[in-house]
T-cell receptor, first 111, second 114 residues
Framework: QKEVEQDPGPLSVPEGAIVSLNCTYSNSAFQYFMWYRQYSRKGPELLMYTYSSGNKEDGRFTAQVDKSSKYISLFIRDSQPSDSATYLCAAPKAAGNKLTFGGGTRVLVKP | EADIYQTPRYLVIGTGKKITLECSQTMGHDKMYWYQQDPGMELHLIHYSYGVNSTEKGDLSSESTVSRIRTEHFPLTLESARPSHTSQYLC?????????????FGPGTRLTVT
């Protein structure tokens, strides 16, 4: 079983809609969760991170963690065509800064 | 914007050739990483380094080797390229602080071995 899993998509939404992305993890030791955005032919860039359970909001982006169900979510409000990208969730392993990545969900926002 | 650079961006090379993928960062980060990513697939860590003269193999077995002679430079070498090495290779770096999990990624090198 992969430690971090995501639906690969693609997830297609009209401009202005809310994008809802999910990630599940199996390692109970994960305490810290991150969302990266990767545009085609580019390296991933950190969008936001959250520690333990709860919500974190940053502009149009909201990250949620539900540790009881080992579920991580990212919501994008008022989606724009520029949000079209692959979104990867990640969690650091207990030792050091090594990250475990999910496979990513491809999002298409249609104008 | 992250100051981490990779060259070449694209490389098409024949089987058996030796290649070196370059990665440099100007942020003074101690930790550097190499990932392999096939299209639509997750990133797999193949090498990492926690400082000069420190290198370790990652979670995914790779025939490549790395060196870390300078803080800012973390090249990856394939002694004899094969078609199975065709992939995208991403370099990343992070700060030495244990609480800093953010990794900054370069743009990647897309390698095709014919």
């Amino acid at each position: 079983q992969k430690e971090v899993e995501q639906d690969p998509g693609p997830l297609s939404v009209p401009e202005g809609a809310i994008v809802s992305l999910n990630c599940t993890y199996s390692n109970s030791a994960f305490q810290y969760f991150m969302w990266y955005r990767q545009y085609s032919r580019k390296g991933p860039e950190l969008l936001m991170y959250t520690y333990s359970s709860g919500n974190k909001e940053d502009g149009r982006f909201t990250a949620q963690v539900d540790k009881s169900s080992k579920y991580i979510s990212l919501f994008i409000r008022d989606s724009q065509p520029s949000d079209s990208a692959t979104y990867l969730c990640a969690a650091p392993k207990a030792a050091g800064n090594k990250l475990t990545f999910g496979g990513g969900t491809r999002v298409l926002v249609k104008p | 914007e992250a100051d981490i650079y990779q060259t070449p961006r694209y490389l098409v090379i024949g089987t058996g050739k030796k290649i070196t993928l370059e990665c440099s960062q100007t942020m003074g980060h101690d930790k550097m990483y190499w990932y392999q990513q096939d299209p639509g697939m997750e990133l797999h860590l193949i090498h990492y380094s926690y400082g000069v003269n420190s290198t370790e193999k990652g979670d995914l077995s790779s025939e490549s080797t790395v060196s870390r002679i300078r803080t800012e430079h973390f090249p990856l070498t394939l002694e004899s390229a094969r078609p199975s090495h065709t992939s995208q290779y991403l370099c990343a770096s992070s700060d030495r602080l244990a609480s800093s999990y953010e990794q900054y990624f370069g743009p990647g090198t897309r390698l095709t071995v014919t």
